[in-house]
């Protein structure tokens, strides 16, 4: 690779590395409103070093919770973007939008930390630290791609915006009404995103489809007010009870969702899709000790670990607050009880439709005595993009040249709304790019990111924009 801007971002790999543990000790939770302050100098870090590389009309997007990230760079040829540009132009140019998140998941629970959460440590070839696979450190190979393209060569081999948002943690609310919008700054060619990960280490990858979800709260009510289990046990119904019968009837024993018609009109991958899916260096026993971490792994009979987290609906309960749970004893029944529950969903599946399916059934099942309330927290589309669009064959030839091997085409079981809010809204397909690993504990203590996969990263990116330049 006799780039310029490749050997300038090696030259200056332990300034880059530095940098991004300045980033990451910037404890930006975004579902914390103590931290509402390390969210926005989050954002201004950010906006203050795409100022420094190089990069225009760099602003603030206020939104109702934390700022979005905006710049650009637009004078490579046909900065308009769009069809109407690629048809009148002989020397026109693509325009792509950067995407990414700069907030992170609270650190609990802290006692599991070998390092400091917002102290980022090196160790066994890997950097340790809250955000730094999940997205801090990738939003700053995305930066630090586009610092060695301005500064070897004086300007970008394509046109760039770029939109970094500070509640993809809880939500994206802000930037999905921003793009929802559909305001002139974002009119670009394709998005890129660096949110994902290699299916194994030293494997080039990329993500061509996604999971949507519905995040939804139950809450169960019962009596006007907490009563004594001995006064009332026997005649007064307890929201608990009630609740978690509800919830044993979402799922059979086997894992599939007992919800009616809420399998409807799923699109199964193709035949060519699950062989590409067999072919790959994937063990369950291995996936099970390592990744999981149980006696047993569960779910649908019929189908492989990838198919069913890649490709069938799934439905988990994260947390039932509520009652009493401190030490020692109280007899008491509560007036209500509260579930947070949430649905992975797949091609063919839309989350209004989802939604109302679960809500009815919910409340249909409910038991005698008590009063439902069933709210939608937020949703995200699924997504499939095709893998013959010029952008994935160009990150494809990239991969190729700087990870010497053959890229691998994968689906996530993750979430990434913003894929889906930009193809609905902008119209644009979404390169998902990642660098993270399988085992980099996103959203768990000891969160990491493999330090020659950050290095690599960046050289793949700066490779990519060079080849969609082109």
Known sequence: MSSSAVSFAAQNHLRFLDELKAFLRVPSISTLPEHKADCRRAADLLAAELKRIGMENVRLVETEGHP??????LHAAGNTGGPAARSSSAGWKPTVLFYGHYDVQPPDPLEEWISPPFEPTERNGNLYARGAVDDKGQVWAQVKALESLLAA??????????????????????IAAFVASKPPGLKADF????????????????????????????????????????????????????LTQMLARLKDEDGRILIPGFYDGIIPPSTEELAAWRSLPFDEEHYRITEVGSSKLVGEPGYTVLERTW??????????????????????????ALAKVSMR???????????????????????????VDVRLIHSGDPCLVPVDNPYIQAATRALREVWGRDTVFIRSGGSIPIVGDFAR??????????????????HAPNEKFNLKNFELGIVSLIRFLEEAGK
């Open 425 to 442: 809204h902008l119209g644009l397909p979404s390169v998902m790019m990642g660098f993270g690993l399988p085992d980099d504990n996103l």
């Open 153 to 174: 060569a004086g300007a970008l081999p394509l046109n760039v915006r770029i939109l970094f948002e500070g509640e993809e943690e809880v939500g994206g609310e802000g």
């Open 191 to 242: 998005a890129l995103i660096s949110d994902t990960e290699l299916f194994a280490p030293g494997l080039p990858t990329l993500c061509v489809g996604l999971r949507g979800m519905i995040y939804t709260e139950i809450e169960v009510r019962g009596a006007r007010t907490d009563l004594h289990s001995g006064m009332y046990g026997g005649a007064a119904p307890n929201p608990f009870v009630a």
């Open 345 to 371: 969903l797949v091609p063919g599946m839309a989350p209004a439709k989802s939604f109302a399916l679960y809500k009815s059934y919910v409340e249909k099942i409910a038991p005698d005595g008590v009063e």
């Open 68 to 73: 979005l990230v905006y710049a650009d760079w």
């Open 311 to 336: 490709a069938r609906p799934s439905l988990d309960v994260h947390g039932i607050p509520g009652g009493f749970t401190g030490a020692g004893a109280k007899t008491v029944i509560p007036a209500k």
